[in-house]
Structures are given as structure tokens and as C-alpha cells.
């Protein structure tokens, strides 16, 4: 829990940086010098619809500046020329951006309070010169947002656990509504918006800056029946630690961080056009639904959280050593996911996600692949269903080949097809506080055909806090852009399979 003072340590995002705030002890205005076109404190970065531009995200954390800044950096400068064709200043404290249909998605903290943070949406039919159409004030701090593919749909989630969904209609983003829909009691910081004969927004349990908490083997070999107050001998999916006894039925939060949440959005969108009761909080377009205070007074709310749980297994098909399967009713329970990226392919079905072990060298720093399961998913609301019969799970990084036990922590990835060769290129992310004992940052290709199994992947590392990488975006023609958030710099580097990621000097900006 973030205190409130008049000194305020405050959390930025995921990364788990500390600053202080100073409030209400002076009156006289700051005289700060303008950002321009410098770089500071960048701590996004996203790819244009075109695929050869560059956004970046300044957010002067270290309160330096006057304002942070939206840089549009060109990948492929003709000769002569600037990466940075365009800075357009924005508030500080940027967090994320996602884009998607012509469309920029920008988050921000607020600077004061700890509680509170704001959205932006911005139409990018200038991709060189974006422009911002309409702004909402949050009532938490933000962690993640997303647009969806091709429908009219954004959502943005919360350290806390909130959930907002945003919709626009007949084509004008400008009118684009935002409501608070949820609060899951959970940071989800990995969303994904699977599109088919619905639309469905999926969220992923996070623990961002110092995890407290790992994936966990558990035993689920009993059912707690409300009806007749008693344990039946059978599995339901929840781990018998949570419901055996009233006391852990009563402390549902201990659940949380092991529950992703499949929010319904055609059929919540439905429900909330029907006449509401009188009492209802207001809304523009998507209803409130709470979370059940206990185990056993659940809302629907809680019905559309579901366990996490499956086997990691190593190339030979062996689950790893410490997945803890050997007792019958034991599962492997997950927690931590980072980001979650569509299929390079295009299939709606198919995503990926990034997870990170409590520490860096844990077996648990993963990049999956997941399929969806349709007609499952469908009917999780009636039933308990478990988690691989809704999703099939594949590791596609994060193999014995891959593993090192010092540094790498994997965070934001990006997925390309490049020469005819699929890989993955992760950044591997550590803060200077929570994670002081990780020796290195980096950027790491995967080369993911069945011929490149076998091979340990190449990563460019770093020791130097002001040379960081912290996300990334990747062009087609594969280009990748990383921050360094420490250092007030931007990293370009070429991803192409027959050149070297750990030996080349990417280009710095600043």
C-alpha cells in the first residue's frame, strides 16, 4: 500500500523506481527548462501502422523538465537525415502506449497522487504527427492499456486491480467513452482482446516491481459445496489450501494472484443496455460489477476470474524438475505475466505471453504460446473449467538452452518473421532496487524453427544502469527500438537473423 504524505514515495508503473513528490509546502511556481526535443526518462516505445516509424514515450521522471514528450522516430533516416522527425510535448509521467486502427493509446500517472493517473487517446491518420482527441482521468494509477484489433474496444488496467473498457461508435474515436467496469482486486497487467463471434477481453495476474509472490505447486483434490457447508472428495480447479478451511474461505484476496479474468464484453456490452436497477452506479456505456467480499458470496465478477495453472516442459517433453507434478492432484499454479502479444500469423486464436519467475533465475521466465479454446471458453461462467482445457499451452522460450541464472528477466517481447526465420526478441528488464543482485539487462533473439531448437539464444547485455533496455517495438523490416530508461537514451537495433545481436553497436539517440 502506497502512503500518502507530504514526502511520497511513489511507485512508477512496473519498474519499481522510487521518487519524491514534494506537495503543499511551496507556493511559488517551478521555473523548469522545456524538454524539446531531448529524450528523458523514456519508457515506451511502439511501432506505426507503417511499420518504418518509431514512437517513444519520455516521461522525466526525475522531474528535470517542465513536461515529458511523444517523440515519432524514423527507423531508416535517409543519409543525413534525423531519427527524430517530430517531439510533441505531452504531461510527464508517461507509463504505456499501444497502438492499434490508426490509433495511439497513452497512459500517464499523476504526478501527485499515487491513486490517480490519466489516459489518452490519440489519432495517428498523421502517423508523423500524432494528435491527441480526447483525455480521461483515472481514479488509479495505471499499468497497461490496449486497443482492440479492428473493433471499437479499449481497456485499461490498474495496480490495484481495476478495469476500465472504452468504446466509440460510427467511426469517431474523438466520442470515445471510458467506464470503470471492474475491480479484480489484482494487478493484470497482460491483456489481450480475442476477437471471433465475440469479442473477449482476457488479463493476466502481474506482480510488478518486487514479486511477492512465485508460481506455487498445490494440491486441488477437494470441492467446498456452499450449499451443504461441506469439502466433497472431488478436483474444482482451486487449490484446497484456499477453501479447506472458513478462515481461507473468508480471505479471498490470498487467491488473487493466481487468477487471470475472462470479462465477456459482447454480452456485457448487452447487459448493460438493459434498464438498470435504481441505485446502480452511473455509466456511459459498460456497468460496474464489485468482486464478492468472501469465498462463498461470489458476483459475477469473481465467476469471470479462473485459476491459472499448467505444465512447463522442456524440449524433450518432460515437465521441468521443479514443476512439483508428481503428487496426482497436484497443479502448478501461475502468477506474474507481464505482456501478452497477438500471433504474428494473424490468427485470432493465438497469442503469446511473457511470464516472469520470482526471481531472474527462475525456470518460470517464460515466453507461451497459447491457443484458445472457443466453445470452453464460453461456458467458464456455468462451470469451473481448468486452464488448459481452455487454453493449450506451448513454451515457446524460457528452455534449459535458454535459461541463465544470473540476469535475465524476461518483460515486454516482440515477435517477427524475418528472411523466412520466426523468432522472438525479448528485453530482459531489471530495476535497480528490487532486482540490485541481477548482473546484466538485455536484448535477446530466439530463433524459434524446429532447426534452431537446440540453440542457446544470443542476447546483447549490459551491466551499466544508463546503457538499460526496457521495452521494445520491432519493425517489419526489423528494426527493434529499446529505451533506456536510466540512461535517457533510445537503442536501434537490426534484428535480421544473419546479424549479430550480441557483437553490433546499436545506434544511441538521445
Excluded at 500471433?343 to 520470482?358: H, I, M, N, V
Excluded at 522460450?397 to 518483460?411: A, I, L, M, S
Excluded at 537495433?493 to 553497436?505: E, G, V
Aim: negative net charge; glycine residues 6%; hydrophobic residues 35%.
Amino acid at each position: 500500500m502506497k502512503s500518502r504524505q507530504s514526502l511520497t514515495w511513489t511507485i512508477i508503473g512496473s519498474l519499481g523506481f522510487a521518487f519524491v513528490l514534494l506537495s503543499g509546502s511551496c507556493k511559488s511556481k517551478e521555473k523548469l527548462p522545456s524538454l524539446g526535443d531531448k529524450v528523458s526518462g523514456p519508457i515506451d516505445v511502439a511501432t506505426a501502422p507503417n511499420g518504418k516509424l518509431f514512437y517513444a514515450l519520455n516521461s522525466d521522471y526525475q522531474r528535470r523538465f517542465n513536461e515529458g514528450s511523444l517523440q515519432v522516430i524514423d527507423s531508416e533516416p535517409a543519409d543525413g537525415s534525423t531519427y527524430k522527425i517530430a517531439t510533441i510535448p505531452t504531461r510527464r509521467l508517461g507509463q504505456t502506449m499501444h497502438v492499434a486502427q490508426n490509433l495511439l493509446l497513452i497512459t500517464y500517472d499523476h504526478p501527485e497522487k499515487t491513486s490517480e493517473g490519466y489516459a489518452e487517446l490519440w489519432s495517428l491518420a498523421n502517423e508523423a504527427q500524432p494528435a491527441l482527441l480526447v483525455t480521461w482521468e483515472l481514479q488509479c494509477a495505471p499499468v497497461n492499456a490496449i486497443i482492440a484489433p479492428t473493433r471499437p474496444y479499449l481497456a485499461v488496467s490498474c495496480a490495484t486491480g481495476q478495469i476500465y473498457l472504452g468504446t466509440w461508435s460510427n467511426s469517431t474515436p474523438a466520442g470515445a467513452s471510458l467506464d470503470l467496469v471492474r475491480n479484480y482486486g489484482f494487478e493484470h497487467r497482460a491483456l489481450y482482446f480475442y476477437e471471433s463471434t465475440k469479442t473477449w477481453l482476457l488479463g493476466f495476474p502481474s506482480d510488478s516491481g518486487d514479486p511477492r509472490q512465485g508460481d506455487l505447486a498445490l494440491v486441488d483434490k477437494l470441492s467446498f459445496e456452499k450449499a451443504s457447508e461441506k469439502l466433497l472428495d472431488k478436483p474444482n480447479t482451486v487449490p484446497d489450501v484456499f477453501e479447506s478451511t472458513a478462515a481461507n474461505r473468508r480471505r479471498a484476496s490470498q487467491t488473487l494472484p493466481f487468477q487471470m479474468f475472462v470479462y465477456n464484453l459482447s454480452d456485457e456490452e448487452a447487459a448493460s443496455a438493459a434498464a438498470q436497477a435504481a441505485g446502480d452506479s452511473s455509466f456511459v456505456h459498460f456497468r460496474n460489477i464489485a468482486l464478492g467480499g468472501t469465498y462463498t458470496d461470489p458476483t459475477l465478477a469473481n465467476q469471470e476470474l479462473n485459476y491459472v495453472s499448467y505444465v512447463l516442459r522442456e524440449l524433450n517433453g518432460q515437465p521441468n524438475s521443479s514443476e512439483g507434478t508428481a503428487e496426482l492432484y497436484s497443479r502448478s499454479y501461475r502468477t506474474n505475466f507481464y505482456d501478452a502479444k497477438p500471433d504474428f500469423e494473424g490468427r485470432a486464436d493465438t497469442f503469446y505471453l511473457s511470464q516472469r519467475g520470482k526471481t531472474p533465475g527462475s525456470a518460470g521466465n517464460s515466453i507461451l504460446k497459447l491457443r484458445i479454446d472457443e466453445s470452453v471458453l464460453n461456458r467458464i461462467l456455468e462451470e469451473k473449467v481448468p486452464f488448459e482445457q481452455i487454453f493449450s499451452v506451448e513454451r515457446i522460450y524460457g528452455y534449459e538452452p535458454d535459461r541463465d541464472t544470473n540476469g535475465r528477466y524476461p518483460g515486454d517481447f516482440e515477435l517477427l518473421d524475418l528472411d523466412g526465420e520466426p523468432m522472438v526478441i525479448i528485453n530482459h528488464f531489471r530495476d535497480v532496487i528490487n532486482f540490485s543482485g541481477a548482473t546484466f539487462y538485455g536484448i535477446t533473439r530466439k530463433l524459434l524453427s524446429e532447426s534452431h531448437a537446440l540453440d542457446r539464444p544470443e542476447s546483447a547485455d549490459s551491466t551499466a544502469y544508463q546503457d538499460s533496455y526496457f521495452q521494445i517495438a520491432a519493425s517489419p523490416s526489423g528494426k527493434v527500438l529499446t529505451a533506456s530508461f536510466y540512461g535517457d537514451a533510445l537503442f536501434l537495433f537490426d534484428a535480421h537473423p544473419r546479424i549479430s545481436i550480441k557483437d553490433q553497436i546499436p545506434t544511441r539517440i538521445e
